[in-house]
């Protein structure tokens, strides 16, 4: 199994407050992702990067950001949290890109 | 953007039946990928395959780039099949980035 880990794996936090989520990996993986799913929406890209301090916006990255300081670490800020972006986010790495991806065990995050 | 299409949505076997799931997309790829979310949701990658026949065991994909589509087939299913199954696709760009379909939901009774 790809060495990726998912933190926290739950979260119940309140509308207003920020979020920070962590993707670590141990692949060493050039490529890191972090995706929504949602019912009826299947995955949703979210931002991506393709190297250290290298990023990019995905298909629905308005209220995200993130940060890559080290190759192993991709982390996902809600800087203000609202109750549309309560969901699932998984983190995925890829060596290449065009490889295939590999997905975390996925977070569950609650915003009341 | 490209448009992945999936079907059928929903799928009911009997143990021991054989299935066929398809993916229509709109666009060339140069990357395509199918995935398996099981029943506590974790998403494990089945096949990368943007051209030609791959198999895996009871599972096996087949790509025709040209026609726009790809089919997923599992023979002789068993319950710890069921799950969801999701088909991604890019079209290429500096960076790939997949574009999922909205997923098949597979159930598979004893």
């Known amino acids: 199994d790809a060495g990726i880990t998912q933190s926290p794996r739950h979260k119940v936090t309140e509308t207003g407050t920020p979020v920070t989520l962590r993707c670590h990996q141990t692949?060493?993986?050039?490529?890191m992702y972090w995706y929504r799913q949602d019912p009826g929406h299947g995955l949703r890209l979210i931002h991506y990067?393709?190297?250290?301090?290298?990023?990019d916006k995905g298909e629905v990255s308005d209220g995200y950001s993130v940060s890559r300081s080290k190759t192993e670490d991709f982390l996902l800020t809600l800087e203000s949290a609202t109750s549309s972006q309560t969901s699932v986010y998984f983190c995925?790495?890829?060596?290449?890109?065009?490889?295939?991806?590999?997905f975390g065990d996925g977070t569950r995050l609650s915003i009341l | 953007g490209i448009q992945v299409e999936q079907s059928p949505p929903d799928l009911i076997l009997q143990e021991g039946a054989n299935s066929t799931l398809r993916c229509n997309f709109s666009d060339s790829v140069n990357n395509l990928q199918w995935f398996h979310q099981n029943p506590w949701g974790q998403l494990i990658n089945l096949f990368y395959i943007p051209s030609g026949t791959k198999q895996n065991g009871r599972l096996s994909a087949t790509t025709v780039a040209t026609e726009r589509y790809s089919l997923l087939y599992i023979s002789s299913s068993q319950t710890t099949d069921s799950g969801v199954y999701f088909c991604a696709v890019d079209n290429g760009g500096a960076n790939s980035k997949l574009t999922f379909g909205k997923g098949i939901t597979l159930s598979v009774r004893p």
């Open positions: 990067s393709y190297g250290v301090k290298d990023t």
């Open positions: 995925a790495i890829s060596s290449t890109g065009v490889q295939p991806q590999h």
């Open positions: 692949e060493n993986h050039r490529y």
